[in-house]
């Protein structure tokens, strides 16, 4: 039947409370008073929801 196609989930931690997410979106989630800054950065840097471009959203947003 071939390969099911797992996404890797992350967690974060903030403020004790851990979240976890798979894509970009649900990072917006997580940060709603960030999203245009978020969707912002996004698109300048062509990020997808890959490990790299997940990462760089995150380090993006700790940079804030």
Known sequence: L???????IYTIE???KRERFRR???V???FPE????IMSFQKKN???N???GIIQ???YISSL
């Open 2 to 8: 071939g390969d099911v196609y797992k996404r890797q």
């Open 34 to 37: 960030r999203k245009k800054e």
């Open 24 to 26: 970009i979106k649900e």
């Open 14 to 16: 903030i403020n004790g």
């Open 28 to 30: 917006i989630k997580i």
């Open 46 to 48: 062509k990020l997808k």
């Open 57 to 59: 959203v995150i380090q």
């Open 50 to 52: 890959d490990n790299e």
